[in-house]
Structure formats: structure tokens, C-alpha cells
């Protein structure tokens, strides 16, 4: 049984195995024993610290032989196991064989089924492969959908970009690039036509940033063609605000219609009761386009500010925010400068208009412009642009206007400067500037009214009869009265016709004196004076202006004029003098009211000393017109200094120049009385020295004893008038002393009290104290020359007659030599 013989068999070999297991070898040492088993036990690692405690020893032979011995052992054993088993090993191959042939027939039946598996799965396999194929085109299908769900807000607002950009809607479009650019492309960079897209969108940006310049330009464009219509409305509403350039008539007129357009939509009517019933009726209702009018509309409507805020908002998403800024400040200094620069048609009063009204227009935008966009335009930038801009203003307005002749043209000029004033002082502008032009202007604009007056001065001068003024009606008193303040105390009692002592250039003066004052203030009106200011500046204008009068009237008395005239020039101008008081009154009610007059005191007084020097050349000019006529008068004397007797009578001459005389100091009743006693005695004077000066000539060789009796008569003619002088306030006596030295020569020489001469010559008590001797030398010279020539001088007691005249002529001249 070969079970049981190999069971045996495999148990003696197990028996022998494990005796020879345990045999102990007694060449080996307990220590070669350890090395061993720590070799057999130990792991790799400590099998280097083994072989060295081994070496250590020193024992290495006896150590390999007791590993060969163990070697040697571990072989016979390996021996007697697989002889042990041998018979098991034949056992199981043959079970293998067996196996084998069943394994065979599984194959068999395991191809066969399989074959037909794979006939079977190669129809699954395909159903399985189109389904694999299906749901990879659901799959891609799904995220093509998914992709073109991406970018189709891409290509859509693509779509809308171009639509934008083809309407001009640039800063829609720029925002729909920007949400392009950051939120869709960003999801879509992958594809090749969104780097196409991107390529693009710089052009885009460029083209947007052009238009937005071209926009801003043609807005630039539009604020040049309508500044003017914002300057001018705006002017007018500062006008309307200050009730500027309205009078009080028209300011009435304007409540009155007012007042009918209301009471016109009021209709009255009668109830069945009997009582009055008002019912109000809605004004008719005209079309919009009637009513509104060009004039009526703000910066807003004539301007579209819309440009400039898409500009802004623009450049701040293009981030050019800096850029636009300064761009948009040089323009509008570029613009500036072309709105302040004058055409070279402003020749009339409407293009100095228009130009102002351009400039508050351009301004009036600025200020639109900082209130609606703060980081375009500053305070300050505007303020800076203002103050370069005023710096030309004032130089082009001075330097065009600076010269016009015309006084209404400068009062028109000045209402224009003033309501430009007021307008951009309502835009919180300085204007300080302006108002010191406008002062400038007012001192020119007075020396031009000075000059106009002054011509009206020159031509009432001529044109004046220089004689006084006569009324014969109490009206045409009262006319005079009221143009010129004038009062004499018992005049309206007076019988007409009543004679007033100026003539009608004093009442000419005096307005044209009031017209001018008033022509002054009008200028000075809302210049920002205060009263006593404007008070004090008036009173120097009026300063001025009789300044000028005086100078006129000191070149018009040098022209030939009669006495008449020069004696009623004088009288005009004590009256004219007089007037400063009244003009004076006059200035205070203007400036400070009816009841400020005589209460205010001022710096600046009227004065009337201006005239002082105009008087003294007046009363110069009427005694060289008196001394002109006298010596006229005289030349006719035509006198016969050989005459053999007296005529008994005044030469005819004397009698017309007494009568003149006489006549002309009639004329001085109105003449200030100083001055007519300084007339009347410096005439009297220039008769007794031209009557000496005729005497003494030495054109007269001889005068006879007849003559000297008919001159002497003249000269008592003449002393006689110095007493019944019609010149009130004229003493007389001091009159008569004009022709003391001409009277004691006269009797001197005529009653021949040579001796009495000679004894006090030179004493204060003297007879013929004003008598000198070279004076009496001359007169008995000619009158020796006479005695000479007659026939009966060297025949009677000529050597008596002649020493006695040579003795005289001697001591005479003695007398000359102390």
C-alpha cells in the first residue's frame, strides 16, 4: 500500500531529523555557540558588530570550523527532509496529472463558452462604443452650448459697442468696453477670436477719445456762437434786478400797465339780486412760441452742458481724467484770450456792447461750468483766468475808448461798463479794477465836458449885448428870477420895466454852470462813491470849470472892446462870483438832498477867488480904455500955443471929454464902488498927466501968455468936474488932488512968484511944493522962446526983460542940481 509505506516512512525520517536537530559538537564553545545563534537570529545590521566581537576573540579558525560543521549539519538535514517527502511529491503530481485532464475539459468547455460570450459582447461592444459616441457628442455638445452661453454676452455687447459707436453714444459705448474688457473677455481669453476682439478695442478707445476732443470742440464751437445771447440776457437781468438805466417815469409806466393787464381780467357784472359780482377771466393763453423769446432763456437752454459731462466721464474711465483737465483749461484760456482780443470793427457804440456781452458770456459758462463740474474748473483757475482777462479788458477798453470826444458816447460807454459790473459782481467776480477805469474815464470824461462848456462860454461871450436885463412884465421877471438867483431888496416894488444890473450871459452862465454839474453827477452815478466823495468831487469840477471860465475871460478882455463892454464884463463878474454859493446849494441838494443844504460841511469849497485875476485884468483893460479914449479926446486938441488971448470959454475937446466923462461914470451905478472910485481916479489922473505931458511936448516950441490963460481955463473945466463926480463914494477933495501939480505949474508960470519958488523950494510947506524945477525950466523956456519971437521983445527994456528971464533960468536950474 503505498500510503501506508510512504506514511511510514516519512515518520522514521521526522524521528531522525529532529534527534540530529539538537546534536551537540563538543569541539564548540559555549562563546562560538552564542556567535552562532546570534548570526542565525540577528538581522543584517548587527551582523558587522558579530563578526567583529569574533575577530575581537582572535579565535577565527576554530570559529569557521565550527560554522563549516554547522553548515555541513543544516545539509544532511535539508537531505533527510526532502527524502521524507519524496513519496508525497509523487503523490501530488500524479493528483496533478489528474487535475490536469479535468483542467483541459474546463477549457475546453470555458473556450467554447467563451466563444460564444464574445460573439455575443462584440454586438454589446458595439452598442456600448455608439453610446460612448452619443454621449461624448451630448457631452460636447452641451459644452459648446455652455461655451457659446459664455461668449454670446461677448459678441452681443460687441454688437452693442458698434451700434454705440455708430449712434455717437461714446460714453456708453466706452462703458460697454470696459465691462467687455474686465468681465466677459476675461472668461472667453482662451478662444482666438477674443484676442482678436482685444486687438481691437485699443482703436476703439483711440476713436473714442477723438470724438470726445471733437465733441468738447464743437461745444467750445457753440459757446463762441451764443456767448453773446448769455451776456446779454444775463446783462439783462442784472439790469431788470438793479432797475438799471430805468427812470422813475418809466418805472411808473411800467406799474401802471401792470396794473390794466390785471384789472383786465376782472370782469364786473350785475346779479339777479342787484349786487356787484367781480369774476375773474383766465388771460388768454397765446401760443408758447409767442410768448417765450430768446431774450428770456438761461445759459442752460442756449447751451448744451451735456458734452462736458460725457468728456469727464470719458476721460475718467479712460483714466486720462488729468489730461482732459488741462486740455479743457488751455482751451478755454486759448478761447479767453480770442473773446477779450477786440475786432477791428469795434467803431461804434453796438460793437462795444456785443463785445462786453461776449465776455460775461464766456464767464457766465465758466461759472455754469464750476458749479456743475468742480474738478474741470476751480475757484481759483477761475479767478486767475478772470484776473488776466481784466488786465486786458481794462487796456482794451482804455486804449479804444480811452480818447472819445463824445460826451454821450462816454455816458452811454459808462452805463455799458457799469451793468458789466454789476453782472460779474453777481458771479462773484472782483471788479475792483473796473471801477478805477470807470474813475479814469469820469476825468476824462470831465475835461471833455469842461472843453464843451467852456466852447459854450466862448460863444455866449460873443454873442452877449453887454447890456442889462430888462423886463417889462412880471412874468418875464419871474423867468429871471427862477434862471438866476438874484435879490434886491424893494426890486419887486419897482414900476416896470425893471432892470436887473447883469446881462443874459450871467443867466446863461449860471445854467450852462448847472448843466454841467449835472452832466458830472451823472457820470459818478453807482460808481460806489459816497456822498461826500461825489459832494467833493463835483465842487472840484466845478473848481475847475470857473477855473477855465476865468482863463476864458482873461484872453476874451484882451481883445478890443469898448468900455460898455468891459464895464458890464465887470459887473457879470461880481454876479458870477457871487453865483458860487447858489452853485454850491445846488451841488449839496443833488448829492445829499434839499435838506443837507447848509448843515454838511465839505472839503472842498466853490471858489471864487478864480476870478480875482480876471477882475484885475478887467479894471486894467477899463482904464487903458478910459486913458485909450481920453487920449483920443486929447489928440483932437489941437491946441494954438501962440494964441495972443483967452477964449473966455473951454476948448471944445475938454467939453467932449467932460461929457464922456460924464456919461461913462454914469455907466459905473452897478460897478462894485471900489472899483469905480479906482476908475474915476486913475482917469483923472491920466487927464491931468496928458494935459502935462501936452504942455511940457517938446513938439511945442513957444507958448504964449493967451494960450497958458486957455489951457488953464481947460484944467479949471477939469477941476471943476472932479467936484460934481457922479462916481458915488468919490471924496471930492482927493478927487481934485489929480490936478494939484498941473494947477500950482499954472499959477506958478502965470503970475510969475519966481521968487516965492525959489525961497520954499524943497520945504513941506512949500506953495508950489509939487512943482519941479525942471518942470518950470521947461514951460518959461517956451515961453521966453515966445517972447523971443514976438517983434516987441528985443525993442522994450530988452536988457531988463532978458537978464531977468536968464536969472531965473539960472536959479531954476540951481534949484534942479540940489
Given at each position: 500500500?503505498?500510503?501506508?509505506?510512504?506514511?511510514?516512512?516519512?515518520?522514521?525520517?521526522?524521528?531522525?531529523?529532529?534527534?540530529?536537530?539538537?546534536?551537540?559538537?563538543?569541539?564548540?564553545?559555549?562563546?562560538?555557540?552564542?556567535?552562532?545563534?546570534?548570526?542565525?537570529?540577528?538581522?543584517?545590521?548587527?551582523?558587522?558588530?558579530?563578526?567583529?566581537?569574533?575577530?575581537?576573540?582572535?579565535?577565527?579558525?576554530?570559529?569557521?570550523?565550527?560554522?563549516?560543521?554547522?553548515?555541513?549539519?543544516?545539509?544532511?538535514?535539508?537531505?533527510?527532509?526532502?527524502?521524507?517527502?519524496?513519496?508525497?511529491?509523487?503523490?501530488?503530481?500524479?493528483?496533478?496529472?489528474?487535475?490536469?485532464?479535468?483542467?483541459?475539459?474546463?477549457?475546453?468547455?470555458?473556450?467554447?463558452?467563451?466563444?460564444?460570450?464574445?460573439?455575443?459582447?462584440?454586438?454589446?461592444?458595439?452598442?456600448?462604443?455608439?453610446?460612448?459616441?452619443?454621449?461624448?457628442?451630448?457631452?460636447?455638445?452641451?459644452?459648446?452650448?455652455?461655451?457659446?452661453?459664455?461668449?454670446?454676452?461677448?459678441?452681443?455687447?460687441?454688437?452693442?459697442?458698434?451700434?454705440?459707436?455708430?449712434?455717437?453714444?461714446?460714453?456708453?459705448?466706452?462703458?460697454?468696453?470696459?465691462?467687455?474688457?474686465?468681465?466677459?473677455?476675461?472668461?472667453?481669453?482662451?478662444?482666438?477670436?477674443?484676442?482678436?476682439?482685444?486687438?481691437?478695442?485699443?482703436?476703439?478707445?483711440?476713436?473714442?477719445?477723438?470724438?470726445?476732443?471733437?465733441?468738447?470742440?464743437?461745444?467750445?464751437?457753440?459757446?463762441?456762437?451764443?456767448?453773446?445771447?448769455?451776456?446779454?440776457?444775463?446783462?439783462?437781468?442784472?439790469?431788470?434786478?438793479?432797475?438799471?438805466?430805468?427812470?422813475?417815469?418809466?418805472?411808473?409806466?411800467?406799474?401802471?400797465?401792470?396794473?390794466?393787464?390785471?384789472?383786465?381780467?376782472?370782469?364786473?357784472?350785475?346779479?339777479?339780486?342787484?349786487?356787484?359780482?367781480?369774476?375773474?377771466?383766465?388771460?388768454?393763453?397765446?401760443?408758447?412760441?409767442?410768448?417765450?423769446?430768446?431774450?428770456?432763456?438761461?445759459?442752460?437752454?442756449?447751451?448744451?452742458?451735456?458734452?462736458?459731462?460725457?468728456?469727464?466721464?470719458?476721460?475718467?474711465?479712460?483714466?486720462?481724467?488729468?489730461?482732459?483737465?488741462?486740455?479743457?483749461?488751455?482751451?478755454?484760456?486759448?478761447?479767453?484770450?480770442?473773446?477779450?482780443?477786440?475786432?477791428?470793427?469795434?467803431?461804434?457804440?453796438k460793437h462795444y456792447v456785443e463785445y462786453l456781452d461776449e465776455i460775461v458770456g464766456f464767464f457766465v459758462v465758466e461759472d455754469q461750468i464750476l458749479m456743475t463740474q468742480s474738478n474741470l474748473s476751480t475757484t481759483a483757475d477761475k479767478d486767475k483766468l478772470w484776473d488776466n482777462a481784466l488786465l486786458k479788458i481794462r487796456h482794451?477798453?482804455?486804449?479804444?475808448?480811452?480818447?472819445?470826444?463824445?460826451?454821450?458816447?462816454?455816458?452811454?460807454?459808462?452805463?455799458?461798463?457799469?451793468?458789466?459790473?454789476?453782472?460779474?459782481?453777481?458771479?462773484?467776480?472782483?471788479?475792483?479794477?473796473?471801477?478805477?477805469?470807470?474813475?479814469?474815464?469820469?476825468?476824462?470824461?470831465?475835461?471833455?465836458?469842461?472843453?464843451?462848456?467852456?466852447?459854450?462860454?466862448?460863444?455866449?461871450?460873443?454873442?452877449?449885448?453887454?447890456?442889462?436885463?430888462?423886463?417889462?412884465?412880471?412874468?418875464?421877471?419871474?423867468?429871471?428870477?427862477?434862471?438866476?438867483?438874484?435879490?434886491?431888496?424893494?426890486?419887486?416894488?419897482?414900476?416896470?420895466?425893471?432892470?436887473?444890473?447883469?446881462?443874459?450871459?450871467?443867466?446863461?452862465?449860471?445854467?450852462?454852470?448847472?448843466?454841467?454839474?449835472?452832466?458830472?453827477?451823472?457820470?459818478?452815478?453807482?460808481?460806489?462813491?459816497?456822498?461826500?466823495?461825489?459832494?467833493?468831487?463835483?465842487?472840484?469840477?466845478?473848481?475847475?470849470?470857473?477855473?477855465?471860465?476865468?482863463?476864458?475871460?482873461?484872453?476874451?478882455?484882451?481883445?478890443?472892446?469898448?468900455?460898455?463892454?468891459?464895464?458890464?464884463?465887470?459887473?457879470?463878474?461880481?454876479?458870477?462870483?457871487?453865483?458860487?454859493?447858489?452853485?454850491?446849494?445846488?451841488?449839496?441838494?443833488?448829492?445829499?438832498?434839499?435838506?443837507?443844504?447848509?448843515?454838511?460841511?465839505?472839503?472842498?469849497?466853490?471858489?471864487?477867488?478864480?476870478?480875482?485875476?480876471?477882475?484885475?485884468?478887467?479894471?486894467?483893460?477899463?482904464?487903458?480904455?478910459?486913458?485909450?479914449?481920453?487920449?483920443?479926446?486929447?489928440?483932437?486938441?489941437?491946441?494954438?500955443?501962440?494964441?495972443?488971448?483967452?477964449?473966455?470959454?473951454?476948448?471944445?475937446?475938454?467939453?467932449?471929454?467932460?461929457?464922456?466923462?460924464?456919461?461913462?461914470?454914469?455907466?459905473?451905478?452897478?460897478?462894485?464902488?471900489?472899483?469905480?472910485?479906482?476908475?474915476?481916479?486913475?482917469?483923472?489922473?491920466?487927464?491931468?498927466?496928458?494935459?502935462?505931458?501936452?504942455?511940457?511936448?517938446?513938439?511945442?516950441?513957444?507958448?504964449?501968455?493967451?494960450?497958458?490963460?486957455?489951457?488953464?481955463?481947460?484944467?479949471?473945466?477939469?477941476?471943476?468936474?472932479?467936484?460934481?463926480?457922479?462916481?458915488?463914494?468919490?471924496?471930492?477933495?482927493?478927487?481934485?488932488?489929480?490936478?494939484?501939480?498941473?494947477?500950482?505949474?499954472?499959477?506958478?508960470?502965470?503970475?510969475?512968484?519966481?521968487?516965492?519958488?525959489?525961497?520954499?523950494?524943497?520945504?513941506?510947506?512949500?506953495?508950489?511944493?509939487?512943482?519941479?524945477?525942471?518942470?518950470?525950466?521947461?514951460?518959461?523956456?517956451?515961453?521966453?522962446?515966445?517972447?523971443?519971437?514976438?517983434?516987441?521983445?528985443?525993442?522994450?527994456?530988452?536988457?531988463?526983460?532978458?537978464?531977468?528971464?536968464?536969472?531965473?533960468?539960472?536959479?531954476?536950474?540951481?534949484?534942479?542940481?540940489?
Open positions: 500500500m503505498p500510503n501506508s509505506s510512504s506514511t511510514s516512512q516519512q515518520a522514521n525520517t521526522g524521528s531522525e531529523t529532529a534527534s540530529t536537530s539538537y546534536v551537540n559538537y563538543v569541539e564548540m564553545s559555549a562563546e562560538q555557540e552564542y556567535f552562532l545563534y546570534e548570526l542565525e537570529t540577528t538581522d543584517s545590521g548587527s551582523m558587522g558588530l558579530v563578526l567583529r566581537a569574533i575577530y575581537d576573540t582572535g579565535d577565527v579558525q576554530q570559529f569557521a570550523r565550527a560554522l563549516q560543521q554547522r553548515i555541513s549539519h543544516y545539509d544532511k538535514n535539508i537531505q533527510k527532509v526532502c527524502s521524507f517527502h519524496y513519496q508525497s511529491f509523487v503523490d501530488a503530481m500524479q493528483e496533478l496529472m489528474q487535475l490536469k485532464e479535468q483542467c483541459q475539459d474546463i477549457k475546453d468547455e470555458t473556450v467554447s463558452i467563451d466563444g460564444e460570450i464574445q460573439r455575443i459582447s462584440q454586438r454589446l461592444c458595439q452598442k456600448k462604443q455608439e453610446i460612448v459616441r452619443y454621449r461624448k457628442l451630448m457631452k460636447n455638445a452641451k459644452t459648446a452650448m455652455d461655451q457659446i452661453t459664455v461668449c454670446l454676452p461677448v459678441l452681443e455687447n460687441y454688437a452693442k459697442l458698434q451700434e454705440q459707436m455708430g449712434n455717437k453714444k461714446y460714453y456708453q459705448a466706452l462703458k460697454t468696453l470696459e465691462e467687455l474688457e474686465h468681465t466677459h473677455l476675461a472668461l472667453v481669453e482662451k478662444y482666438r477670436f477674443t484676442q482678436v476682439l482685444a486687438k481691437s478695442m485699443t482703436p476703439v478707445r483711440l476713436e473714442i477719445k477723438e470724438k470726445a476732443y471733437s465733441e468738447f470742440k464743437d461745444f467750445l464751437e457753440n459757446i463762441k456762437k451764443v456767448a453773446g445771447r448769455i451776456g446779454k440776457h444775463a446783462s439783462k437781468d442784472t439790469a431788470e434786478q438793479h432797475s438799471f438805466g430805468v427812470t422813475d417815469a418809466e418805472r411808473a409806466r411800467k406799474i401802471q400797465e401792470e396794473a390794466r393787464k390785471n384789472a383786465s381780467n376782472v370782469e364786473i357784472e350785475v346779479s339777479a339780486d342787484g349786487s356787484i359780482v367781480k369774476k375773474n377771466v383766465s388771460p388768454k393763453r397765446y401760443p408758447q412760441a409767442q410768448i417765450e423769446d430768446d431774450e428770456q432763456v438761461s445759459a442752460q437752454d442756449l447751451i448744451d452742458f451735456t458734452p462736458v459731462h460725457r468728456c469727464c466721464q470719458i476721460f475718467n474711465v479712460l483714466g486720462a481724467k488729468e489730461e482732459f483737465e488741462q486740455y479743457y483749461r488751455q482751451q478755454r484760456r486759448e478761447q479767453c484770450d480770442l473773446v477779450i482780443e477786440p475786432s477791428h470793427k469795434m467803431n461804434n457804440f482794451h477798453l482804455d486804449a479804444r475808448f480811452g480818447g472819445c470826444p463824445d460826451v454821450e458816447m462816454m455816458l452811454r460807454m459808462k452805463k455799458v461798463i457799469l451793468l458789466f459790473i454789476l453782472t460779474m459782481k453777481s458771479y462773484g467776480y472782483a471788479v475792483s479794477p473796473l471801477y478805477e477805469l470807470l474813475q479814469n474815464f469820469r476825468d476824462q470824461y470831465n475835461e471833455i465836458l469842461v472843453k464843451e462848456y467852456c466852447a459854450q462860454f466862448e460863444r455866449d461871450l460873443d454873442k452877449d449885448n453887454y447890456t442889462p436885463i430888462t423886463v417889462n412884465t412880471e412874468e418875464e421877471f419871474r423867468a429871471v428870477i427862477r434862471q438866476f438867483p438874484f435879490y434886491k431888496r424893494s426890486m419887486e416894488q419897482e414900476a416896470f420895466p425893471r432892470k436887473f444890473p447883469f446881462s443874459r450871459f450871467i443867466i446863461s452862465a449860471y445854467t450852462q454852470a448847472k448843466q454841467y454839474l449835472v452832466g458830472c453827477l451823472k457820470f459818478m452815478d453807482n460808481l460806489q462813491l459816497n456822498t461826500s466823495v461825489i459832494d467833493d468831487t463835483v465842487r472840484r469840477c466845478a473848481n475847475v470849470l470857473l477855473g477855465r471860465w476865468a482863463g476864458i475871460l482873461k484872453t476874451f478882455v484882451h481883445k478890443r472892446l469898448s468900455m460898455i463892454q468891459l464895464v458890464q464884463i465887470t459887473i457879470n463878474l461880481g454876479y458870477l462870483e457871487k453865483s458860487c454859493e447858489s452853485l454850491g446849494a445846488f451841488i449839496t441838494s443833488k448829492t445829499s438832498g434839499e435838506e443837507a443844504i447848509g448843515t454838511t460841511s465839505h472839503q472842498v469849497v466853490l471858489s471864487e477867488k478864480v476870478f480875482r485875476d480876471v477882475r484885475s485884468e478887467v479894471e486894467q483893460q477899463i482904464d487903458e480904455c478910459m486913458q485909450s479914449k481920453v487920449d483920443e479926446i486929447i489928440e483932437l486938441s489941437n491946441y494954438d500955443w501962440e494964441l495972443p488971448a483967452a477964449s473966455g470959454q473951454a476948448s471944445d475937446f475938454i467939453t467932449d471929454l467932460i461929457k464922456f466923462l460924464l456919461t461913462t461914470f454914469q455907466s459905473f451905478t452897478n460897478l462894485p464902488s471900489g472899483l469905480a472910485k479906482h476908475v474915476c481916479t486913475q482917469t483923472c489922473k491920466h487927464i491931468s498927466q496928458s494935459l502935462s505931458d501936452l504942455l511940457l511936448s517938446p513938439d511945442t516950441k513957444c507958448i504964449s501968455t493967451g494960450a497958458l490963460d486957455q489951457f488953464s481955463l481947460d484944467v479949471m473945466q477939469c477941476e471943476m468936474f472932479t467936484t460934481r463926480c457922479p462916481v458915488t463914494g468919490v471924496d471930492p477933495q482927493t478927487l481934485s488932488m489929480t490936478f494939484a501939480d498941473l494947477r500950482q505949474l499954472l499959477d506958478l508960470v502965470m503970475s510969475s512968484d519966481w521968487t516965492t519958488f525959489n525961497a520954499e523950494y524943497g520945504k513941506d510947506h512949500a506953495k508950489y511944493l509939487r512943482v519941479k524945477a525942471s518942470t518950470a525950466i521947461v514951460v518959461l523956456e517956451k515961453m521966453i522962446e515966445y517972447e523971443r519971437k514976438s517983434t516987441g521983445f528985443f525993442g522994450i527994456a530988452r536988457g531988463d526983460r532978458k537978464r531977468l528971464l536968464d536969472t531965473i533960468v539960472r536959479q531954476l536950474k540951481l534949484l534942479e542940481i540940489q
